[in-house]
């Protein structure tokens, strides 16, 4: 009875979705197309009765007649997707496999990726649906989201992204030299590399320290910023808090960059408040050694430079392996399982979104890695890497989520990398 009411549910929330897209001119006919496979999806993964999914393809054939005038019309660029994005879902019914695929015209101004962390603005742990609502309003509108890096989600640090992360600017996350990272440079070009740390700290009395940024104390220094929460979660060792000197830059932290700061206080007890304004250099009872002529008034110096170089970079977010190089597919060896996938890719036209739904075998059992990665060669990528997958592999669109998750619900993840088109000055989407 409950999973009936559950259908029924759904049924009316996409049923009010599907009219909202056909009184309002601004949606196009494949966002409609994106809505009615959303409720597809939803009857037929939810296992309901032949007459709901014969009931779904007819409602399909007939609404999507009926909008598709909707993306006809002039085109600004010819040959391209009218709206600058398409949806598709891809069934492989031998295998099988169900695959989810949303092609961005790279071309379109109007559209930009983002990431998001799980609590945003705070580092932790949300599904996709949810860190996409946590987005201010003043970015656009969300067209899209996937899950995004691997992560550590300790009891202390619940949600520490395993490599870099970057949003509106902001590093809250220090790269993995070992993790391929996906960055966007500042003419918009994104690129797929391993980013080297070079961030340090110079002492009062010339001594240079390495540092990492936001994560549990492991015989690092480590920097934590206001993306940590209210204090640091430390215990023991050596905290700096620090202000600005009201010289050069300060807050949010930002990559490839150098600061001024001023110790405000030397803590020796650990778990120091976090402010908006201020920083924390935490270091254990090892390092502390290093600062026992720093005192109250001492400014420090700073480095966020990194190998390339990220300086302007406002959105990059960790993953791997490197899945396409060149158009051509990397080769692994020995066993290869097949998981949910989650990845993207790029070529000069066009960046993929990519979820492989996996672990059921009536629906689709995932992909190995050579598999994933020969699959986006055959979709055209030029470029291609790996994101979390397993129970993670997490799609959304237009407020549903359109995969069938591993675990029969979305799985809560660290962070996430979000399609977002920009209001126009009249208040519509481009």
Known sequence: MEKNMQLFRDWNVLIAEMEGCATVSRWSGESAQVIVESLFIKLTYKQAGG?????????????????SGFASGDNPHPGRPQRGYTYMRDVVSEVPWSIHVLKVDRARADLSFHTVVGQNPILGMATVPDQVKSLPPALGRAIAAINGDFYKNTRTYPGDPEGLQIMEGELVSAPNPTR??????????????????????????????????????????????????????TSGGVELILESTGKGSWLPLKPGETYEARVRMVNPDGNSPVKRDTMVLSMNSDLSQHVSVVRPGSILKMTTATIPDLKGVTTAIGGGPTLVVGGKARTWSGSQPRQPRTALGWNKDYLFLVVVDGRQREISVGMTFPELANYMVKLGCEDAMNLDGGGSATFWIYGNVVNSPSEGKERAAANALVLIQRETKTGTTK
């Open 51 to 67: 007459w709901w999914s014969r009931l779904a393809l007819i409602l399909a054939y007939l609404f999507l007649g009926n909008v």
């Open 180 to 233: 391929v990272c996906f960055w966007i440079d500042c003419n918009g070009a994104p690129h797929r590399s391993n980013v080297v740390s070079q961030f340090q700290v110079t002492l009062p009395d010339g001594t240079s320290l390495p540092f990492t940024l936001n994560e549990e104390r492991n015989g690092n220094a480590v920097l934590y910023t206001g993306a940590i929460g209210e204090s640091t979660r």
